[in-house]
């Protein structure tokens, strides 16, 4: 039995939002893999873990770009709320990302010329006077040959910069302006909907099959289920599966603007309005602080003090 200790508790606690005994509980289970811990939490009810398990965690900014049929976004990182709202912090974060949309990747992107220097110059400039570490964490680049890329940044803190940005590629040779406002839609509703992929075949094999397995320890858990012969279970799971995907695949989902339709389906009245097909090729979508873990107060002593009651 692997030890659990406070650490692991803690972040179970921090990706899950659940209560500390049932992430110690859920590890206790599990042999102290945090992995299927969340996936056990998930089975059992107690936890959101599949919306919650990335969530914002380091401050900054997002910042978007465009340029003809390209778009670039870009995520610059600081330690304080207060540093992502210097004026200065977001002016460097828009350069960066002016720059991106000609950069190959964030590696090009750090070693592009930026004032007497690099872009990594300025960022270690910029470490030096406002004193906090800062980080260019990643960037990413769209572009179409015949189409537009649109963009949004949601609660824009000024033009471009924001906390959560969206790149959409939209392929057609129809009319610019019915593209143009049926990407931004599309980008509202990425940014809005946070879609695991673009089509089925995008997400990650793997992550099905994790997804297969918590809808079957759900099923289990299912009191309707009970008793019930192998192949209603099977339908059971199936049906499971493909509200995952109408949840999670970007086409499948219902579109924002309109509920009653899927997005594909808003790409086919599109088409309509531009006089040509229109697809929904490619997508970004950053948040400030995806995945990385903030610093937090001392945790571990609580959840220590906790486990001696046992």
Request: aromatic letters at 4%.
């Amino acid at each position: 039995m692997a030890e659990i200790t406070a650490a692991l508790v803690k972040e179970l606690r921090e990706r899950t939002g659940v209560g500390m005994m049932d992430c110690k509980k859920a590890l206790a289970e599990t042999n102290g893999d945090i992995e299927a811990a969340v996936d056990w939490l998930r089975a059992k009810g107690l936890s959101k873990a599949a919306k919650k398990a990335d969530r914002a965690a380091a401050e900054g900014v997002v910042a978007a770009a465009l340029s003809g049929n390209t778009g670039a976004l870009i995520e610059l990182n600081s330690e304080t709320d207060f540093v992502a709202r210097n004026a200065d912090f977001q002016k460097a974060a828009l350069s960066y990302a002016q720059l991106a949309l000609t950069a190959a990747d964030r590696d090009a992107l750090l070693a592009s010329k930026a004032g007497v220097g690099t872009v990594q110059d300025e960022v270690t400039q910029l470490i030096a006077t406002i004193g906090e570490n800062i980080t260019l964490r990643r960037s990413a680049k769209l572009s179409v040959e015949n189409g537009v890329i649109a963009a949004y940044v949601h609660n824009a803190i000024t033009e471009g910069v924001g906390r959560i940005g969206v790149l959409v590629a939209i392929e057609s040779t129809g009319d610019k302006a019915a593209l143009e406002k049926f990407g931004k839609g599309v980008a509202m509703h990425i940014a809005a909907s946070n879609p695991l992929a673009l089509t089925e075949k995008d997400i990650d094999a793997d992550r099905v099959e994790r997804e297969k397995q918590v809808l079957k320890d759900q099923i289990k858990e299912d009191p309707k289920a009970q008793g019930k012969p192998d192949q209603v279970i099977e339908k059971m799971l199936e049906g499971r599966l493909r509200k995952f995907y109408e949840e999670s695949v970007l086409l499948k989902q219902a579109f924002v603007m309109n509920p009653e339709q899927t997005v594909e389906a808003a790409a086919a009245d599109a088409a309509k309005a531009a006089g040509a097909p229109v697809a929904v090729k490619a997508f970004v979508r950053f948040g400030v602080g995806e995945g990385v873990e903030k610093k937090a107060d001392d945790f571990a002593a609580e959840v220590a003090a906790m486990s001696k009651k046992d």
